[in-house]
């Protein structure tokens, strides 16, 4: 078994918590890298979920629970810094005075370059460590055209927006095949398409995309962010739940940081859960990636030493099929395959 070179899970992701000044300039800092993919979501007020990126640009919002384009506005983020990012004045999203917010940052490689990898030439930003990399392009309809996504190795989930008019988010993982997806902005159950991905898995170095307006349309740009399987630091994996008050466990051979699940088998949200806003068990809270919902309440999670194991029969979390990612407070290191200590 291959071992990860990470050291320090937070130095490629992080969660941070802020409470909004309504201040332009208002610096949140201690995210250990200059932020290249940034989510942010209000916690105490139903503002849309605000997704940044290096790539595209640090002013330029896109929205996981809306079909919108994207928009371009000078006070939400100001500038991603060298150990964080610094927020403007004027948004409920991002800075409104006395509310709570969460960050979920991921690290790429800034800016990006051209990659000549597919048919299609795109814009690559990539931390080949951790398996991580922001790909700007734009569409031409055409089934079986390819896009380089800059990994080296083969993604295991593949979340694509187009982002010069309104459009679904349309999601690749592994466990459900090419010719499957979701949708990140609405609760719907897995869809059958191969206009989506041609019913070509990605490779080492391209994703294939079908003639569907929403991940391939004609002159409009799309923004992907790939994500590929780190040993003891990122796993994205599916689960069957029990039915049962004594739910499933699920493996992921490191402790969690952070994990989003969705249901497969029925309608329901994408929830999204973080060791910031729960600082001990059970995890306490959650958020949909899908409404403008705040805060959730929950009681019935636990981030263990080695994966998380849900307390409840609840369809939602425990009883159908499921998909997830996750991402590691600390990674599993060592020859020895032993994990981290729990909380």
Known sequence: MAY?????????????????????????????????????????????????DAVRGVDKAIYSNATDAQATGSNDITSFDSDGFTLGSASGATNSSS???????????GAGSSNTDGSITSTVSANTTSGFSIVKWTGNSTSGATVGHGL??????????????????????????ATKYLELNNTG????????WNDTAPTSSVFSLGSWSNTNDNGYGMIAYCF????????????VGNNNADGTFVYTGFKPAWIMIKQTSDT????????????????TLYIQANTSDG?????????????????????????????????????????????????
């Open 4 to 52: 990860t070179t990470i050291n320090k899970s937070s130095e490629h992701f992080n969660t941070k918590i802020w409470t909004g000044t309504g201040s332009s300039g208002h610096a949140i800092t201690g995210v250990g890298f200059q932020t290249d993919l940034l989510w942010v979501k209000a916690r105490t007020n139903t503002s849309w979920h605000h997704l940044f």
């Open 99 to 109: 509310n709570n917010f969460v960050g979920w940052n991921w690290k790429a490689n």
């Open 152 to 177: 080296g190795v083969v993604p295991k989930m593949i979340i694509v927006k187009t982002t010069a008019r309104t459009g679904n988010w349309v999601t690749y993982h592994h466990t459900l095949g």
């Open 189 to 196: 159950a897995l869809g059958t398409s191969t206009a989506a």
């Open 228 to 239: 590929a399987e780190k040993t003891g630091y990122s796993k994205f994996g599916s689960y």
């Open 268 to 283: 329901n949200q994408w929830f999204i859960f973080d060791n910031k806003r729960n600082t001990f068990n059970p995890e």
């Open 295 to 343: 805060d959730n309440a929950f009681t019935s999670l636990d981030f263990t030493s080695n994966g998380f194991k849900f307390l409840t029969s609840n369809a939602a979390f425990n009883n159908g099929s499921y998909i997830y990612m996750a991402f590691a407070e600390a990674p599993l290191v060592g020859s020895n395959n032993v994990p981290c200590t729990a909380r």
